[in-house]
């Protein structure tokens, strides 16, 4: 529900940025209007994101979603009376979306499993230490039980969450 509200209230943002370019089509007001929808969207992650998680998951979706539409929205606006600004807003916007769908669709979803072999006459038996890391997540679900299933396989002594 909470979600719902935050992007309810980013659009209306997103509109209010567009609708005002429109009438002043200028990369100054532009770059004053982005500066002032960061900070509504810094408003609305203190308000309804709770914890730091949620906090982060608003500023996500301001970043990554409403983000991307207003520097598209506002290229569009501004590509007739100011092309570079436009090029610039455009190319911030393709760079977004695309370290977005790393951030969202490759990197939770990449585990990797690392094995170190270390040597010491101090040590006589042989043991098996686990780090597990970036387990970034208010909520344990599929990715991380299988992540969680792959370490309990692999039988370490000691687990260690860094």
Known sequence: MIDIVVNASLL????AIL???RK???PEVFAGLLA???IASLFLAFIFGGD????MRVLAWAIFVHGVVVLAGGAIILWKPHRKPAIAALAIALVTVLVGADAFFVEPHWL?????KISSPKVSRRFTIAVVADL???????YERQALERVAHEKPDLILFA
Do not use: K, N, Y
Request: glycine share 18%.
């Open 36 to 38: 002032a929808g960061g």
């Open 52 to 55: 730091s998680f949620g906090m």
């Open 19 to 21: 609708l005002f370019l």
């Open 112 to 116: 990797e499993v690392t094995r170190v």
């Open 136 to 142: 970034q997540t208010d909520g344990i679900g599929d």
């Open 24 to 26: 002043r089509p200028r």
């Open 12 to 15: 209306i943002v997103d509109t």
